[in-house]
């Protein structure tokens, strides 16, 4: 960092700087001989038609150099020799004082040709990063937000350029990915580049969370790998055992509060959450309990996830708008939009059949933490038949291959999930499918030997 009493470099954007005609005959190009100067007669054509619509820029040399040349070429060869090629006696300039060091000369090279308008999406982003290190070089970093601090940051980057902290952060960050894998310029546009990059950097993400997965569990004997996955559902009351979880560390929250129906004693439908809350192995939610329960859930979700994490929250149509309104006070960002679960027309339910339609569709929100994004693009409807009564553990437990595709499509492979109500276990039978670290919680231990079954019949 450059420190207060040493001498500062001069702050170029405060030299006075004159505009002018100057003979093209008295600038020294030194010889500059740059690889590719493009279609040189479309220029020409061009400044036949329009004049020249950015000047070049020299520095005003303080004696004649050689007899022969007042100015220093400092950007525009390509413009220069389209008017020498045009036998054009007089040339539009930028004239800078004299006294320009090797630096200074470099960084109003790139800064003038940044602003170019005939420059490529390329060639720009990587003449942004290229005049951000100079300049860097130049002050030294900046590591204070004080008035008179020295040092160059990207904020004084994007203040010379004349854009926003993030575009010129963003812009750096491409003129990097440009230097590094250098085929991303034959993609041509800057939005095409962006694209290309997210992708890439998708790929670098989603490969770091195998090699961490692997390494954690990858080499462990299958019998000691069962355990693990066994040990995953962990018994006891959520907002306790979920203390032990550092913040911002979990991808996806799946969160399933078993939705606050009064159970009728005498229906058919319900006579199997009877059974099991009458052995102690299902306990409901009660509606006089259920406000406090979300929202504290939701709290804790968003406490654990990761900027960029998603939260799954299965809701009924009742609570609507007010679990909405709670997870943006919380400071999650929601929509109106929501994801499906149907469950084909041969699986409704209703409970007065000559006054309801059979009801097909079982709704969640996608909520996010920070900046998002969906790891595979898809409708919202999720169609998958019902865990066959026959083999459903739970009265209201989700389908394994519908749990797997909403785990696919919102997080990638080597992702952490979490599940504060995990009933069944499948949501973490379906993470550890897509090589997911899953844990869930559940206050009763009256299902988690199903679970460990599918664990023993889970193929690794």
């Known amino acids: 960092m450059a420190k207060k009493d040493e001498k500062q470099p001069r702050n170029l954007s ?27 007669e479309e220029l020409k054509l061009s400044i036949k038609q329009k004049g020249l619509i950015h000047p070049i820029a020299v520095m005003k040399y303080k004696e004649t ?25 007089k040339i539009p300039a930028r004239i800078y004082p004299d006294g320009l060091n090797a630096f200074e ?71 990097e990915w440009l230097e590094n894998v250098p085929e991303l310029a034959k993609l041509g546009s800057k939005t095409e580049i962006k694209k290309a990059i997210k992708k890439a950097k998708k790929q670098v993400s989603q490969k770091k969370k195998i090699e961490r997965f692997e390494n954690e569990v990858g080499n462990k004997e299958e019998t000691e790998l069962r355990q693990i996955y066994s040990k995953s559902y962990i018994i006891g009351d959520f907002f306790e055992k979920v203390k032990v979880v550092p913040k911002n560390t979990i991808d996806l929250v799946d969160l399933d509060i078993d939705y606050p129906v009064d159970i009728d004693e005498e229906s058919p439908q319900h006579q199997d959450i009877q059974m099991d809350k009458k052995f102690g192995k299902y306990k409901g939610v ?57 469950k084909g027309g041969g699986y409704g339910h209703t409970r007065n059949p000559y006054t309801y339609l059979n009801h097909t569709i079982e709704p969640f929100f996608y909520f996010r933490k920070g900046v998002a994004n969906i790891n595979i693009p898809r409708a919202d409807v999720f169609e998958y038949s019902p865990t066959p009564p026959s083999v459903k553990d739970h009265p209201y437990e989700k389908p394994i291959p519908l749990m797997y595709d909403i785990l696919n499509t919102f997080i990638d492979p080597g992702s952490r999930v979490l599940v504060p109500y995990v009933g069944s276990g499948n949501t973490l039978i379906a993470g550890f499918k897509l090589k997911c670290h899953a844990i869930g919680f559940d206050s009763s231990d009256g299902y988690k030997d199903s679970y460990i079954v599918k664990v023993q019949e889970l193929v690794l």
């Not at 020498?84 to 006696?89: A, D, I, R, S, V």
């Not at 951000?132 to 008179?148: C, E, F, I, P």
């Not at 609507?320 to 943006?328: C, M, V």
């Open 105 to 175: 000369i470099k960084s109003i090279e790139l800064e003038e040709n940044i602003r170019r308008k005939d420059m490529s999406d390329a060639e720009r982003l990587k003449a942004i990063k290229q005049i951000h290190d100079l300049w860097v070089s130049m002050y030294g970093t900046k590591d204070s937000t004080a008035k008179d601090a020295g040092g160059h940051s990207l904020r004084d980057t994007a203040k010379r350029l004349g854009v926003s902290v993030g575009t010129a952060s963003e812009h750096v960050e491409m003129g």
């Open 286 to 342: 009660p509606k006089t309990e259920f406000e406090a329960r979300m929202k504290e859930s939701l709290r804790e979700s968003y406490r654990v996830l990761r900027d960029g994490g998603w939260c799954i929250i299965w809701f009924g149509w009742e609570y609507f708008a007010q679990i909405q309104k709670w997870g943006q006070d919380i400071g999650f960002k929601t929509s109106w939009y929501t994801g499906k679960w149907y």
């Open 14 to 40: 405060e030299l006075p700087v004159k505009q002018g005609l100057i003979e093209v005959s008295r600038v020294n190009d030194a010889g500059r001989q740059r690889g590719d100067y493009g279609n040189i």
């Open 65 to 89: 150099l050689d007899d022969r040349w007042d100015y220093f070429l400092l950007a525009g060869g390509r413009r220069l020799k389209a008017f020498k090629g045009l036998e054009l006696e």
